[in-house]
């Protein structure tokens, strides 16, 4: 039996790691399973993942409960070949080598479950163009 060639591995960073790399972390891990190596992190994390969040995706059946934001490192950077920002500016290292993407989306901080949506929303929408990129 061969071992099975990993696959790339997708880091997505926002300032507070609470909300829309959380979402978008879920949904890759959901949709790939373990095609992917998947990471998230925040430039400044949050001390919990936001509970308007939580909610959001446990109505799409993903629970995400048990998550909690991270630090963003160096070496998460250096070790991901695709890195997703999500509003974090400057702070994002940039490393030769790696593809970079920067997703354009509302913060869902201090929104309502029902301001959540949208954002969950585009955020599957674009998880499953990049998977199909990703196997392309």
Request: charged share 25%.
């Amino acid at each position: 039996m061969s071992t099975p060639v990993p696959g790339p591995s997708v880091l997505f960073v926002c300032v507070h790691n609470a909300g829309r790399s959380q979402m978008a972390a879920a949904f890759l891990t959901h949709l790939a399973g373990d095609k992917v190596e998947v990471r998230s992190a925040g430039s400044a994390p949050a001390d919990t993942v936001n509970a308007a969040v939580v909610e959001a995706m446990k109505e799409v059946g993903i629970d995400i409960s048990a998550e909690t934001p991270k630090v963003l490192t160096v070496e998460a950077v250096q070790a991901s070949d695709v890195v997703i920002t999500m509003g974090c500016g400057d702070t994002c290292p940039v490393f030769p080598g790696k593809r970079y993407l920067d997703w354009q989306l509302d913060d869902p901080a201090g929104q309502g479950v029902a301001s959540v949506r949208p954002i969950r929303d585009e955020i599957e929408r674009r998880i499953r163009g990049l998977l199909k990129e990703l196997d392309g």
